[in-house]
């Protein structure tokens, strides 16, 4: 089993497991990141994963996953954009809990 090695933020230089690390590919970019637990801190790692850092990744036997982006993306945005006096005005509806009343109102039209 290929031992890799990794940089982490708090530890530096560490040796893992080449089973310990996971690239993840965007279908619609083709962006590619890895990712890596600590195996002293613990702490998980995400970097950018250039084509040469890709290519020994993989070859060397990392999982590949492929994520897309969320549809949520694509939709198309209608209304004025949020303020943060929609955001305050949001909290404190959320706070005295006659959001409830308010929905169930909304609802029932």
């Known amino acids: 089993m290929a031992i890799v090695k ?4 708090d530890c530096g230089d560490v040796e893992l497991d080449i089973d310990k690390v996971q690239i993840q590919v ?14 002293a ?11 040469r850092v890709f ?3 993989s070859g060397a036997g990392a999982d ?3 994520w897309n982006l969320p549809a949520e993306l694509w939709e198309p945005k209608v209304g004025p954009v949020i303020t943060h006096d ?9 706070e005295d809990g006659l ?11």
């Open 64 to 66: 590949v996953v492929m």
């Open 86 to 94: 929609d955001l305050l005005a949001f909290h404190v509806a959320l």
């Open 6 to 9: 990794a940089t982490c933020p």
């Open 41 to 51: 801190c613990r702490l998980i790692t995400n970097k950018e994963a250039g084509e």
């Open 99 to 109: 959001w409830r009343d308010e929905l169930a109102g909304i609802t029932r039209s």
């Open 26 to 39: 965007c279908s619609p970019t083709a962006v590619a990141t890895y990712s890596f637990q600590c195996p």
């Open 55 to 57: 290519a020994a990744l």
